[in-house]
């Protein structure tokens, strides 16, 4: 079981970026997806998460309205591939971001605590200078 994390990197106040991270090694495509991020000192926060079936998102409060978070899944390969697109970002969005993937199989809810999900990708920074 893989997730690999990528995209971050250092942007100006109001620019943007995508995170991808690609989930494999198990059918991912029936697992909620999820990206959190931590900052040093604080526990991980949640940021967003999606569905299994790529339907009804969940976004905290902090990024509704500027970020967005999708998916593909291939399950001809048992990959699944999560994006973080992340517009209007601020200097409090810089931070570590993590994707994770739900426990629960086809799960009807979205978490937003990282104890329900049980696989984790390495991180990817996001810098955002003002």
């Known amino acids: 079981v893989q997730l690999q994390a990528s995209g971050g990197g250092s942007v100006q106040a109001g620019g943007s970026l995508r995170l991808s991270c690609v989930a494999s090694g198990r059918t991912f495509s029936d697992y909620g997806m999820a990206w959190f991020r931590r900052t040093p000192g604080k526990e991980r926060e949640f940021v967003a998460a999606?569905?299994?079936?790529?339907?009804?998102?969940?976004?905290?409060?902090s990024v509704k309205g500027r970020f967005t978070i999708s998916r593909d899944n291939d399950r001809d390969n048992d990959k699944a591939t999560v994006y973080l697109q992340m517009n209007s970002l601020k200097p409090d969005d810089a931070a570590v971001y993590y994707c994770?993937?739900?426990?629960?199989?086809?799960?009807?809810?979205?978490?937003?605590?990282?104890?329900?999900?049980?696989?984790w990708g390495q991180g990817t920074l996001v810098t955002v200078s003002s």
């Open positions: 994770a993937a739900d426990r629960s199989f086809r799960s009807f809810s979205t978490p937003t605590t990282p104890d329900e999900y049980n696989y």
């Open positions: 999606i569905k299994w079936s790529g339907i009804a998102p969940n976004y905290a409060d």
